[in-house]
């Protein structure tokens, strides 16, 4: 991770999340970017980073060597949304998971985003199952023929995404 681009990936979260939720999800991607297995994904127009997205790795207890990730924050400058920035950060990041042997990517994200990309509804169990109560928002995609499918039991996320009011869909809609 090129350290100088910290601020400039941070500052894209903060804008892209405005200000009711920009300020802790800027703080979030931060403490994402300090972990050693965060994957980070940008786009840049005339050399500025314009979109990112991160991956942190995420831990089904009952399958320890399954090669999966969690998909948050993804963030466009709000200047630069509707014009395949996100797009095109959502294909780079496939396809380098897919390079490195990823399993599977998990997103709590919106339902009508994702798909476009591969990603399907899924009954696997997030870090607090029972804060999940709009289930639509919880996707998969495998990225290997049949790797999610065994999946199953506890999940664990990054030690900055293991707070319930993060996984808790009930005020959304």
Not at 85 to 93: P, R
């Amino acid at each position: 991770m090129n350290h100088a681009e910290i601020e400039p990936i941070t500052n894209v979260h903060r804008l892209a999340f405005g200000d009711a939720e920009g300020p802790e999800i800027a703080k979030l991607a931060e403490s994402f970017l300090a972990l050693p297995d965060t994957i980070s994904i940008s786009a840049k127009r005339a050399g500025k980073i314009v979109g990112n997205v991160l991956f942190t790795p995420f831990v089904f207890q009952d399958h320890p060597d399954a090669k999966c990730y969690l998909l948050a924050p993804l963030g466009v400058l709000p200047e630069y949304q509707g014009y395949g920035v996100g797009k095109e950060v959502m294909e780079t990041s496939i396809e380098h998971l897919k390079s490195i042997g990823t399993d599977a990517v998990f997103v709590l994200g919106v339902p009508t985003f994702y798909p476009r990309f591969g990603f399907v509804a899924t009954e696997k169990q997030t870090p607090f199952p029972d804060l999940l109560t709009m289930p639509e928002p919880w996707m998969e995609l495998a990225l290997k023929a049949k790797s999610a499918i065994p999946l199953s039991g506890k999940t664990i996320a990054v030690e900055p995404f293991m707070q319930p009011h993060f996984w808790d869909t009930s005020g959304r809609g």
